[in-house]
């Protein structure tokens, strides 16, 4: 398993870093962007959460076909044109530009989440899904904390060269990685452990009849087709759950930037100021989804990471000063981002094959319409109030909502047990991947 996490983990976290770095470099494009084409914070807002409309809608039917023709190409080419795309936001002119561009970017990614999500579940047994899937989705907070700083020095250092505006030159600069890792991903991956040359002979007999006796003790209890998948309340519930995340998540992320600009910092200040909660978050999701293996307990803990990010985000809107402010940021930072290694082990551990790929990817898009919803209303609020705080508490509100949705949920440890976590388990010591 260390030789599994060693060669996929990097590769997964690379795409994904540059996957969330193309989401979280509208928010600071949209420092100067809004300006100069006269966007209002609804507009902005709309066109932030328009790419999620396609994505949503295309959500599943990506994830099929990438079970039909493998993870391999289908991951290559969901990269290699979101990378076209995120490069094109660079020449939008009109609202209607802006909004078309950031449709057809959500078409383009739709299903590259959880498609990685699925192919990786290939890879790792249950008992290991918990930390692979932080340190995986740890790249999102890292882009961000690694995004501010560079996003706002791209955005003041090349402004007005060759013509461009420095929010140009953010769109530009930050496809690129995209194009680049599209054909790494091609030549690297392999759609299944049995055919992974990397591993040896023994070894892949190893992982296949282990994924093969889990599968086989899934479908025991849980037999399910793709179409019972979409109408099963635990994977509706689970729905919810996700929806609460991304709303949470694409709340912070696409307004933090003004949010924290508003304390009164400069541009570049801004970026650095930006980075602190997404490097609480990063360093908290890795340790929040080791212990959740440890323990193998998902439920309360994703209840509790809800509600701390329900804390934060009211304490933001009604503290008075810019620190105290800031560590309420980072606490519903914490939450929000803690959930999410929790969260997606839960629907892998009953689910398994199609009915996996299905059913993460229809989560996701349930999901996802959060992410069109949350940053126009709180768009929205910003113009009819003139501040955030309003935005800040029905964020709060949904988070409370989703804690409660995953509490209803059911969530049988024993499929995820192993003879080996029992024993660890019992010692109290953490499985640390041989």
């Not at 295309?58 to 993870?71: D, H, M, Q, W, Y």
């Not at 591993?199 to 025991?220: G, I, N, P, S, Y």
């Not at 930072?333 to 629907?347: E, Q, S």
Request: charged letters at 15%; hydrophobic letters at 55%.
């Amino acid at each position: 398993m260390r030789k599994v996490m060693n060669r996929l983990i990097p590769i997964a976290i690379a795409c994904y870093f540059v996957n969330y770095l193309d989401r979280v470099n509208l928010s600071f494009a949209a420092l100067e962007m809004n300006k100069d084409l006269g966007f209002s914070a609804t507009a902005y807002g709309f066109g932030a959460g328009v790419f999620f409309v396609a994505y949503f809608l295309l959500e599943t039917p990506s994830n099929l076909i990438l079970v039909k023709v493998g993870a391999r190409k289908w991951i290559a080419r969901i990269m290699f044109t979101w990378g076209l795309l995120s490069g094109a936001m660079a020449f939008v002119q009109s609202e209607t530009t802006f909004y078309l561009v950031r449709f057809l970017l959500g078409a383009a990614e739709a299903g590259f989440f959880p498609g990685m999500l699925f192919y990786l579940s290939l890879y790792f047994p249950a008992a290991y899904r918990g930390r692979m899937v932080s340190t995986f989705m740890a790249a999102s907070a890292f882009s961000a904390v690694f995004g501010a700083p560079v996003s706002s020095i791209i955005l003041t250092s090349m402004d007005g060269w060759l013509g461009f505006r420095g929010w140009q030159w953010v769109f530009i600069v930050e496809a690129i990685p995209a194009l680049i890792l599209s054909v790494i991903v091609l030549i690297v991956l392999k759609d299944t452990p049995s055919q992974a040359t990397w591993l040896a002979q023994d070894e892949r007999d190893w992982l296949v009849a282990r994924q093969d006796a889990e599968r086989r003790a899934r479908e025991a209890v849980h037999d399910l087709s793709v179409l019972q998948v979409l109408t099963n309340p635990r994977v509706l519930l689970l729905g919810v759950g996700g929806f609460g995340i991304a709303y949470s998540i694409y709340g912070i992320v696409y307004f933090l930037p003004q949010i924290v600009k508003q304390f009164g910092l400069t541009t570049m200040q801004t970026g650095f100021v930006s980075a602190i909660p997404f490097l609480v978050a990063a360093f908290g999701m890795i340790w929040y989804g080791k212990r959740s293996d440890r323990l193998l307990e998902r439920r309360s803990h994703c209840a509790i990471a809800f509600m701390l990010c329900a804390i934060g985000l009211v304490a933001t809107a009604l503290l008075p000063s810019p620190v105290l402010r800031l560590i309420a940021l980072c606490v519903a930072a914490f939450g929000a981002w803690a959930t999410l290694p929790v969260f997606w082990a839960m629907p892998t551990a009953f689910l398994s094959g199609a009915a996996a790929a299905a059913g993460v990817a229809y989560i996701n898009s349930i999901a996802n319409i959060a992410g069109f919803v949350g940053p126009f209303v709180m768009g929205w609020i910003k113009d009819a109030t003139g501040s955030f705080d309003g935005g800040l508490l029905v964020i709060g509100s949904v988070a409370i909502v989703s804690a409660i949705a995953i509490l209803c949920t059911d969530h049988d440890r024993a499929l995820e047990e192993t003879p080996e976590s029992l024993a660890l388990r019992a010692r109290h010591v953490v499985i640390d991947g041989d």
